[in-house]
């Protein structure tokens, strides 16, 4: 007997819209977006991560020698950027942080979307995790925008398991959109304060809904 979608170990149904569909995906800073990111991926979206694309960018040796001649050789470890040093930086100075943001935003912002029209093209459906989405205007390429919702405490003990630091969490949140105002613009919350397995069924449910138009 063919296993229920809800069944552990069932293999997501894919997502078959009539037309390729782009989702956002907005939220607090440790909300849990990596993870609702993998179930949406799951269903055969294709996921768009503007931090990989930075991750790449900051590896690019047009990109390093551009950041050893904007913030110094302190910031370049092993041929790549130093993201933790860069961070600390860019949270306490505001035109370092413009400064990065004029070498590393224009490239990643090319690169997402070359990556969104080519497979928009190829008829595939696509998840953009851009932490600016609507800071960068690229709210502006999705057809539904989804909020993944959780609660101040449970994103407060995710930020402690990652080993930040007290302020760590509320110092990245001051340097994007409001929450509230996220939250407000988007299509859908997606509350991601239950178990794994109610927000795999979170995803499914609202994609169901995506393909019959609810």
């Not at 050789?73 to 035109?95: K, M």
């Not at 925008?145 to 003990?157: E, G, K, L």
């Not at 110092?171 to 919350?189: G, N, P, T, Y």
């Amino acid at each position: 007997m063919p296993r229920s979608e809800n069944q552990p170990g069932a293999k997501p149904r894919s997502f078959r819209p009539s037309e390729p569909v782009v989702l956002g995906l907005v939220g607090g800073v440790a909300s849990g977006k990596s993870t609702v990111a993998a179930f949406f991926r799951a269903h055969g979206l294709l996921h768009i991560d503007a931090d990989e694309h930075a991750k790449a960018a900051s590896e690019d040796p047009e990109v390093l020698a551009e950041v050893r001649s904007a913030l110094g050789e302190t910031y370049i470890v092993n041929g790549s950027i130093d993201r933790q040093a860069v961070a600390n930086l860019v949270f306490s100075d505001p035109a370092a942080k413009r400064q990065l943001e004029a070498i590393i935003h224009p490239r990643v912002r090319t690169k997402i979307l070359a990556s969104l029209e080519g497979a928009v093209a190829q008829g595939r459906s696509c998840l953009l995790d851009v932490p600016l989405l609507f800071e960068a205007g690229l709210w502006e390429r999705c057809d539904h925008i989804v909020f993944v919702d959780a609660p101040d405490a449970t994103r407060a003990s995710r930020a402690r398991a990652r080993g930040w630091a007290e302020d760590e969490l509320g110092r990245r949140e001051r340097s994007q959109l409001a929450i509230a105002e996220k939250r407000q613009r988007a299509d859908a919350v997606l509350d991601n304060s239950g178990t794994l397995a109610e927000t795999r069924r979170k995803v499914a449910a609202l994609l169901a809904g995506m393909e019959t138009g609810q």
